[in-house]
């Protein structure tokens, strides 16, 4: 079953160098193409108003007191994480700096494009969908192998680490963020806990549905 991956897939379009500055297109096409869809699952959890994704919510947080927008909060944080990998001997690569900005761009220009739904069942929906959508674009841009962004580097790199399948990795990570972001002020609600707990196995899902596709 797909809960039970703990490798990340390769396929005909997958960088065979994680550091390679110089991919194929079909390769850049797919991480910008997975590195977008997972920016707009952020900005559409955000739009639903139900609870943000625990780095949205520390996100938030940050944007709330510094009168930064919720993107570039999000660059900020997506670069202090970065810094946590010295840890896990993780390296950046392509991949790496093109989600801290495309995520953090696409969170804003959906924020800026859409509106908040009236409906709560519509809400919840959206809530569900946004989770769906950032583990299929998470599915895409790793297999993509030009180097996790900040958060999935730490996930890969800690998943190396201890053994530990990545749905339960990222689960724990994505629950410690959400902590420290309520303790910050950010905004935590059912959709917080929607993604904190589905969005392990939607990027498990995510892997595993283009390994099919493309295998």
């Known amino acids: 079953m797909f809960l039970k991956i703990k490798n990340i897939p390769i396929v005909s379009w997958s960088s065979e160098n994680p550091l390679n500055f110089k991919p194929k297109l079909s390769t850049s096409f797919f991480l910008i193409l997975g590195l977008s869809i997972f920016g707009l699952g952020e900005g559409l959890l955000i739009l639903s108003t139900t609870g943000n994704s625990p780095w949205s919510v520390l996100a938030e947080g940050i944007s709330k007191t510094t009168g930064l927008s919720i993107g570039i909060a999000t660059f900020l944080i997506s670069i202090s994480v970065l810094f946590l990998w010295i840890f896990i001997k993780q390296k950046p690569g392509m991949g790496t700096i093109f989600n801290i900005i495309i995520i953090a761009g696409m969170i804003d220009i959906t924020l800026s494009i859409f509106d908040a739904p009236s409906s709560i069942l519509i809400k919840y929906l959206l809530a569900i969908l946004s989770v769906i959508l950032v583990g299929l674009g998470s599915g ?13 580097g730490l996930m890969t790199g800690l998943t190396k680490l201890t053994n530990l399948p990545i749905a339960l990795v990222r689960a724990f990570l994505e629950i410690s963020a959400v902590i420290a972001g309520w303790y910050l002020g950010g905004t935590v609600g059912v959709g917080t806990l929607l993604f904190a707990f589905g969005i392990g196995p939607s990027v498990a899902l995510g892997l595993y549905l283009v390994n099919k596709i493309f295998n």
């Open 140 to 152: 895409i841009y790793l297999v993509a192998n030009l180097g996790p962004g900040p958060r999935d």
